[in-house]
Structures are given as structure tokens and as C-alpha cells.
T-cell receptor, first 116, second 116 residues
Framework: AQSVTQLGSHVSVSEGALVLLRCNYS??????LFWYVQYPNQGLQLLLK??????LVKGINGFEAEFKKSETSFHLTKPSAHMSDAAEYFC??????????????FGQGTILTVHP | KAGVTQTPRYLIKTRGQQVTLSCSPI?????VSWYQQTPGQGLQFLFE???????NKGNFPGRFSGRQFSNSRSEMNVSTLELGDSALYLC???????????????FGPGTRLLVL
């Protein structure tokens, strides 16, 4: 069974600082990986996804993530944090295979706080 | 294109009652997945429907059920509500043609259910 671990339930950065949100997965088959963001009282919005091909994936709002198979990681980064980045971020995995229809498995989420 | 819509947005019920939540997917999307989000358990997969058929189900009791109509709209029902069913219920839609799991799931704003 697959699982996703997000290291750090809360991350605090200063405006303009690097954002690094960590995600590790366990999977016996190649996974597809996603990062979603959730603002208060809203649903989830896709930031980026890795399926196949280039391991460095660029997303919206200046975010990017790198798939590292050897480390089973898919960390999310942004060079310079903005106040508007304050939200909760979720890493998710879905497996290719007949038993995984529509089933995203999510990490526990990381709340990002951005200080002026 | 209009996004995923969910109705109602907020709901208050009492223990023992039942509730029906509705989800309208993005036009052309045929897969609908449902998730429960709580502070304690995070985001958990409930079930997925494609072309009116349930293809996958999460680890929830039989009180949780769903269905999908020919126009891809989906409903989920929770019978005999318990206090622990208080949560944000999210649905997500994707195009999903054939056995591909690369498809992005697009989330609605959710229905917040409070059970008293």
C-alpha cells in the first residue's frame, strides 16, 4: 500500500525567503505525485504534478518540485515566499493500476505561515 | 469552463439523521471521487464513480454510499449520522479515459457538515 509523509506540520518563513515543504512517499510501483494547496474555507487547488518524463516539475505561482526516485521524495520549493502563499499544502500520490481508480492518498498537510 | 460545484456548502444535522450531498463535475469529466477531510484524520478517500459505476471504495462503513447519474453528477449519502461524521466533504472530478491515472483531479469547494 502506498503512503505519503509530509515532514513538518507547520513551516514558518519570512517574506522573500525560500520555501521548502518536504514530502516522501512509499510505493511498490511507480507513482504519480501531486502537490495541492488549500486556502481557508476552500477546496484544493493543484499546484503541480509529476507523471512521467522530466523530474523537475514547474507549477503555478512560482512553485516547483523535483521527483527523486532514489530518495522517494517529491519536495516542493519556491525561491521567494509571498504573503499570499500562506495556506495549507498537501502532497498526494496515486498509483498506476487497476485498484487505484480515482484514489489520491494524501499526506497530513503542512501549514505554511509567511511573516512580513 | 465552470469548475466543480458542490451543494449545499454548509449543513447542520443531528445524530441519527441522514444527509445527501451533491457534486456537479466539470463539463466532460466522467470520473468523480469523494473525500472526507477532518482535523484528526486528514483527507481520506471515500469512493470513486465512473460512468455510473463505483470503481473504487475507501475504508468507510456502509453508512456512506454514493451514486452517479448519466450526466456524471454524483451524490453521496450518509445515513444514521454520528458526531464523528462532522467534516468537510470534497468531491473531485477528472476526465479519465481508460486506465490512465495521470489525470488531474479538480476539486470543488466542499460541503461542510456539522453533526450535533
Amino acid at each position: 500500500a502506498q503512503s505519503v509523509t509530509q515532514l513538518g506540520s507547520h513551516v514558518s518563513v519570512s517574506e522573500g525567503a525560500l520555501v521548502l515543504l518536504r514530502c516522501n512517499y512509499s510505493s511498490s510501483v511507480p507513482p504519480y505525485l501531486f502537490w495541492y494547496v488549500q486556502y481557508p474555507n476552500q477546496g484544493l487547488q493543484l499546484l503541480l504534478k509529476y507523471t512521467t518524463g522530466a523530474t523537475l516539475v514547474k507549477g503555478i505561482n512560482g512553485f516547483e518540485a523535483e521527483f527523486k526516485k532514489s530518495e522517494t521524495s517529491f519536495h516542493l520549493t519556491k525561491p521567494s515566499a509571498h504573503m499570499s502563499d500562506a495556506a495549507e499544502y498537501f502532497c498526494a500520490v496515486i498509483l498506476a493500476g487497476g485498484t487505484s481508480y480515482g484514489k489520491l492518498t494524501f499526506g497530513q498537510g503542512t501549514i505554511l505561515t509567511v511573516h512580513p | 469552463k465552470a469548475g466543480v460545484t458542490q451543494t449545499p456548502r454548509y449543513l447542520i444535522k443531528t445524530r441519527g439523521q441522514q444527509v445527501t450531498l451533491s457534486c456537479s463535475p466539470i463539463s466532460g469529466h466522467r470520473s468523480v471521487s469523494w473525500y472526507q477531510q477532518t482535523p484528526g484524520q486528514g483527507l481520506q478517500f471515500l469512493f470513486e464513480y465512473f460512468s455510473e459505476t463505483q470503481r473504487n471504495k475507501g475504508n468507510f462503513p456502509g453508512r456512506f454510499s454514493g451514486r452517479q447519474f448519466s450526466n456524471s453528477r454524483s451524490e453521496m449519502n450518509v445515513s444514521t449520522l454520528e458526531l464523528g461524521d462532522s467534516a468537510l466533504y470534497l468531491c473531485a472530478s477528472s476526465y479519465t479515459s481508460g486506465p490512465t491515472y495521470q489525470e488531474t483531479q479538480y476539486f470543488g469547494p466542499g460541503t461542510r457538515l456539522l453533526v450535533l
